[in-house]
């Protein structure tokens, strides 16, 4: 049987120190992810994603992190490894 590749996004704002190292922790370890810099868009698009943001994370902080159904605020590397079904 194949193991499938959580679906993961991120949610981030470009300049915020957290979240760079959520994005550095991602790439260091080849987790493949979607990443969206909430700051980076506008108008409608923004509109849109802070809608999900807030869906998932009500406080609308970042770093919001989705690894399939569970949803992890804030950077913490063996929460995130946990998510993922890896040994910290």
Do not use: Q, W
Not at 62 to 84: H, M, Q, S
């Amino acid at each position: 049987m194949v193991k499938k590749h959580p679906k993961i996004k991120l949610y981030t704002l470009s300049t915020c120190s957290h979240c760079l190292k959520t994005k550095k922790f991602f790439n260091e370890n080849g987790i493949e992810a979607e990443v969206t810099d909430v700051d980076l868009l506008t108008g409608e698009e923004r509109e849109k994603i802070m809608n999900e943001v807030r869906k998932l994370n009500p406080d609308c902080t970042f770093p919001t992190i989705c690894i399939d159904d569970n949803v992890l605020v804030g950077f913490n590397e063996e929460r995130i490894l946990k998510a993922l079904g890896k040994k910290p």
